[in-house]
């Protein structure tokens, strides 16, 4: 006898399983249509089933939306998936296998309903490092060269596993496997946000004009001689991905000028 719809619904479930796929994630009934009822069960078709109907978002996941602000700024702000919104803005009566759009609160700016096709998983903003040597690199050595966990932990923070690295900045957080997760790892990507609110002056001056990058030097190394350029290029040393692309370009000229200068 046929295998029942409830059979086949826990044999998916149960395959997604061995394939470590969580089956939460997919939709069952989709994939059992599409690969076992219309399609052949074949390795393809299953594997094109799971494929088609993975869902990439689920309420209660983080995702990053794309804000362009005034100046011409853009920024990126995450926030939970609260609910899944129709084309027309409205909540679904009843769970859909595939929803349009999605009801996000992020912290730092208001909250949107947008398509799932323009929001983005947060975890494709970060690179995650796992591999030990790596994630320690430099180490502390009043810590035998091992850093901590700076996640949400009291005393004693157990040993970093991963480093996260915001990709946009730069910036880098070592976290264990159990603080590695989106909300902590989002407030890295804020920290960047919150040093491009506070430098928008500085960049707003350098796309005005690039070549205050680069103005004279100081005379001597005394700080307090610093001039102008030289504020700019340390501040350009700091927040390198703030820079602005023509005002980059002169700083890497400038750079490499004034290595031979010194060279020679
Ligand atoms: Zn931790």
């Known amino acids: ?28 009934d989709g994939i059992v249509r599409d690969a076992w009822i219309r399609g ?27 804000v362009e602000t005034e100046g ?5 702000h995450y926030g939970l998936i609260e609910e899944f919104r129709k084309r027309n803005g409205d909540r679904y009566r009843r769970r859909v296998a595939k929803p349009w759009g999605a009801f996000v609160r992020p912290e730092y700016t208001r909250s949107h309903i947008l398509p799932l096709a323009e929001l983005v998983d947060e975890v494709t903003d970060f690179e995650i490092v796992t591999e030990w040597s790596l994630v320690h690199e430099g180490g502390p050595q009043h810590n035998y060269g091992v850093y901590s966990c700076i996640g949400m932990h009291g005393f004693a923070p157990p040993p ?13 957080k070592r976290f264990c496997d159990a603080c590695n997760v989106p909300e902590l790892r989002v407030r890295l990507a804020d920290e960047a946000l919150m040093y491009q609110h506070n430098c928008k002056s ?44 023509p005002a980059a370009e002169l700083y890497t000229k400038w750079k490499e000028n004034h290595s031979e200068t010194v060279a020679a």
């Not at 069960?41 to 939306?65: N, Q, T």
């Not at 970093?160 to 730069?170: D, E, L, P, R």
């Not at 004009?209 to 680069?214: F, K, Q, Y």
Request: glycine residues 6%; aromatic residues 10%.
């Open 72 to 76: 011409g700024f853009t920024e990126h």
């Open 202 to 245: 500085t960049i707003l001056e350098l796309r005005e004009d690039p070549s205050l990058i680069t103005g004279p030097t100081a005379e001597s190394s005394r700080l307090w001689d610093k001039t102008p350029a030289d504020e700019y290029r340390s501040w350009a040393d700091a927040f390198p991905w703030l820079v602005p692309a």
């Open 40 to 66: 052949d069960g074949s390795e393809e078709v299953w594997k094109k089933a799971v494929e088609k109907h993975y869902k990439r978002f689920m309420v209660g996941d983080w995702g990053r939306i794309t």
């Open 1 to 28: 006898m046929a295998a029942t719809m409830r059979e086949m619904r826990e044999q998916v479930r149960e395959e997604l399983g061995w394939e470590k796929r969580d089956p939460d994630r997919y939709d069952i």
């Open 160 to 172: 970093a596993t991963v480093m996260v690295i915001h990709k946009v900045s730069g910036l880098r």
